[in-house]
């Protein structure tokens, strides 16, 4: 079965940085792009990003861009997105889904809490 | 950016009946590209509609998906308790992938 498992929670301060991993297994990791997205406590939800498993090609949301990185490890089916310069605002639940072509997101990891505190 | 609005924010409503959300875009999408997710608190969201009106994989046909332009709308026609969550309409045509602000549906 198709799953994208994500890395634990986190906690940084604000200034830092993190990391977060996108572990997918069940389906070919090379035919679908990973698209990142974020859900802030009472906010709705916030498209950051894509990456191509293939060429590792990215797009970035403009809020985003300067301050992320998105890659893939094509032998480990596993993507990354790190995110820089952390504020309290980026304390949020972050996603990892994939997507087929221009499709929408058909599966989604189970999320990773980022918290940012001084 | 295509800025998506909901309407209502919050529903509560008692098993049974119907009830219609509504989405609309700041610019005509085609309507291929709408789709509407369901969240529950603590969960990941679940894909329930794309292309405005086909059913994701497992999805009960008591959910609907209609519209076009800018007007869209999921309908789901006997609330189950189950439904008790938020759902979010969002357009894939055009990065970014913007969302919907949602609206939370609450079963009494």
């Known amino acids: 079965q198709v799953q994208l498992v994500q890395s634990g929670a986190e906690a940084r301060k604000p200034g830092a940085s993190v990391k977060l991993s996108c572990t997918t297994s069940g389906y070919s990791f090379s035919g679908y792009f990973i698209h990142w997205l974020r859900r802030a406590p009472g906010q709705g939800l916030e498209w950051m990003g894509w990456?191509?498993?293939?060429?590792?090609?990215?797009e970035y949301a403009r809020k985003f861009q300067g301050r992320v990185t998105m890659t893939r490890d094509t032998s480990i089916s596993t993507a990354y997105m790190e995110l820089r310069s952390l504020t309290s605002y980026d304390t949020a639940v972050y996603y990892c889904?994939?997507?087929?072509?221009?499709?929408?997101?058909?599966?989604w990891g189970q999320g990773t809490l980022v918290t940012v505190s001084s | 950016e295509i800025v998506l609005t909901q309407s209502p924010g919050t529903l509560s409503l008692s098993p049974g009946l119907r009830v219609s959300l509504s989405c609309w875009t700041s610019q005509t999408v085609t309507s291929t590209y709408i789709a509407w997710y369901q969240q529950k608190p603590g969960q990941a969201p679940r894909l329930l509609i794309y292309?405005?009106?086909t059913r994701a994989t497992g999805i009960p046909d008591r959910f609907s998906g209609s519209g076009s332009g800018t007007d869209f709308t999921l309908t789901i026609s006997r609330l189950e308790p189950e439904d008790s969550a938020v759902y979010f309409c969002q357009q894939y045509s055009r990065s970014p992938f913007t969302f919907g602000p949602g609206t939370k549906v609450e079963i009494k």
């Open positions: 292309g405005t009106s």
């Open positions: 889904a994939r997507v087929y072509g221009n499709s929408p997101c058909d599966y």
């Open positions: 990456v191509n498993p293939i060429s590792g090609g990215t």
